[in-house]
């Protein structure tokens, strides 16, 4: 379980939240973020930002929820 990632680019809208278990099993398993992103069909700078900077915070803020 992650914390919420958004469903939408906030610059853009485009629908960015579905591709965010992918990527993340993707580069964990050591393929390069900018290649999965690609492969992804993420070409936007805005939604590969959102992708990029997003941090998982659900372990640190559950115990308080």
Do not use: K
């Amino acid at each position: 379980m992650t914390m919420m990632i958004p469903v939408r680019c906030f610059t853009c809208g485009n629908v960015i939240g579905q591709h965010w278990d992918a990527f993340r099993e993707r580069t964990a398993a050591g393929e390069p973020a900018g290649q999965v992103l690609t492969e992804l069909g993420l070409s936007r700078y805005c939604c590969r930002r959102m992708i990029l900077s997003h941090v998982d915070l659900l372990d640190e803020v559950g115990p308080y929820g």
